[in-house]
């Protein structure tokens, strides 16, 4: 069979990305939320993750000035305001009074982890990356904090409960169905 390939002009085509709130502040300052993308993890030992933010956001601003962030995994309920928060300021608009989300004190950064997002990262900054149109914020993870009722018996984070969804060309797309596990295809062939 002859699988026939269309070539189009580079772009940041590469899907499913996250989906997930960052929040920031300082000193003093009401707590922001941004919905952000261009997120990943780097390094594993140290636990090293990044956010890709355009110079013009609020945001970046505050996360330039504090040197720390939070990022917030939503859940599938959140998805309303998930959105809001990628197409309004908080230059303008107090987000979380906005969308009724609440800011809760983190163990180790300034910025608020958001009571209701079930998975919440701190992370300090360790470098900036200034690559074109966005900044990338490389930073350790320095705690994490799981909604008790995302846990399973054993304390384990449970995606299921966690319900967590991607994006996928401008749409927001659950990642549902399990296919396969780590490791599973040596497993199955007894390798
Ligand atoms: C789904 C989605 C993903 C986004 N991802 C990013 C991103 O990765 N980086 C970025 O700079 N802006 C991203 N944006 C745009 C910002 O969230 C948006 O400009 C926001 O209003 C900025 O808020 P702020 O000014 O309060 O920081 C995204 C928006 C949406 C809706």
């Known amino acids: 069979m002859i699988i026939k390939k269309v070539a189009t002009r580079p772009a940041p085509v590469l899907f499913p990305v996250p989906t997930v709130l960052v929040t920031s502040q300082i000193e003093g300052g009401e707590p922001n ?8 993890i780097m390094c594993s ?14 945001s970046h601003s505050l996360i330039k000035e504090s040197g720390e962030y939070v990022i917030n995994i939503p859940t599938v309920t959140q998805v309303k305001e998930v959105d809001f928060c990628g197409v309004v300021s908080g230059k303008k608009v107090n987000k979380f009074k906005e969308t009724g989300l609440t800011p809760v004190p983190a163990s180790q950064v300034k910025a608020p982890l958001i009571a209701e997002c079930p998975v919440n990262i701190e992370c300090r900054v360790r470098q900036t990356l200034s690559l074109g149109s ?3 914020f490389i930073a350790d993870v320095v705690a994490i904090h799981y909604n008790e009722d995302v846990l399973d018996e054993k304390g384990r984070p449970d995606i299921e409960r966690i319900q967590p969804y991607g994006f996928s060309l ?3 797309r659950l990642l549902t169905d399990k296919i396969g596990f780590h490791g599973y295809s040596k497993k199955n062939k007894n390798r």
């Open 45 to 58: 030992e140290p636990p090293v993750v990044y956010i890709g933010v355009n110079p013009i956001r609020y």
């Open 134 to 136: 966005h900044d990338v």
């Open 33 to 40: 939320m941004v919905t952000i993308a261009w997120t990943g």
């Open 170 to 172: 401008s749409e927001y």
